[in-house]
C-alpha cells in the first residue's frame, strides 16, 4: 500500500478529469485499480487533512486513464472489472460490460416472483460476463439457473464471475445458440429472460467508437430491424416455459411496441412494457 496525502490525491485527481472522461469511469479506475472506493472519496472531503492508502502508484493510473482517453476504450476494459448492482464482475472485449439500465431486469423478476425461497426454474438466453443469471441464481439461492452463450469465451468469464460471486451451485452454464442447448427444460421453465443483441443496422454503423470498436459486434448486432433474435426468442420461447412462465426481454428504446405485438401473435398474455429509469420502454414481458 503506498500513503499519500488527501491533498496531493485531490490536485492529482483534478488534474485527470480535466484531461477528460467522466467521474463515473474515473471512480471505477480508483476502485478496481487504486483500491479507492466510492465510500473512501466520499470520507476525503470529511477529512481534507488525511491520508489515503493506494495500491497502485498515481504514475501507474494515470497510465491507464490516459490510455482510456486516448484510445476511447471502455475503463472496465482496461481494468477488467465493472460494478453491476451488488457484484464486482470480471469483464473483457469479449462480453458486453453490463448496463446500469439492464440491473432493473432483477426487479422486475423480484415482483413477479415474490418469495425468495420459491424453487424457480429459469434460462437467461444470452448471458454475456453472467451479471443478470448471477444476480438471480444468489436472490433465489433454492432456483434452478441456466445460462447461455453463442460465445464459449464468454461463457468461461460468467462461470468465473459465478465462482467468484457464490458459494452456491444452482447455476449452470451452457454454450449454444438460443434455445438449442436447452432441450432437456423444454416445457419446464418458470421464467426465462434475454437481454439479446437488438442493435438495427443503421444504428449499429454509427455507434460512439468506444462501443462499437471494443465491444463485441454479436453481442450488439441484431439484424437489419435489431429484431432478428428477439424474434426466433419469442417463438419457441413457448416450447420451453411451462403453463404460466413468464418471458423477460430488454429490447431498443423504440422497440417496445413491436416487440408487444409479437408476443401477442405467440399467444402471450399479461403483456406489458417497463420502462427504465429515464423513462424508457426497455423491457417488454409476457406470460404463456
Ligand atoms: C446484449 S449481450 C447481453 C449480455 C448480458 N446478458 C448482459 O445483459 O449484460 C447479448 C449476449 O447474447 C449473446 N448471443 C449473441 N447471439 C447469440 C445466439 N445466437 N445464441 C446465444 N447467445 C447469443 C452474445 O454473445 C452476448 O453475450
Redesign the pocket.
Known sequence: MLRISVEEFSIWKKKQLSKGGDQQSFAVLLDCIGGISTSDLQLISINPEGNLHLKQDLEFLESIWNEHLLKSCPIQYLCGITF?RDLKLKVSNK?????PE?EL?IDIVCNLFKKKSDKLIFA??????????IALALAYPFSEGVA????QD?LEIATKNYLNSSKQSNLKFYC???WSPLESFKGKLDLAI?????IPKDTYEKLPKEVKNFE?K???FGGEDGLK?IR?IIQKAPLFLKEKGWLIL?NHFDQGETVKQLLIKNKFTSIEIVNDLSGIGRFTIGKI
Open positions: 453491476w462480453v458486453l460490460i453490463p448496463r439492464t431486469i437467461e438466453l444470452g448471458t454475456g460476463s453472467g451479471a443478470i443469471s447461455t452463450d453463442i460465445d464468454a449454444g445458440n438460443w434475454s437481454n439479446p443483441p437488438y463485441p454479436v453481442a450488439l433474435h426466433e430488454e
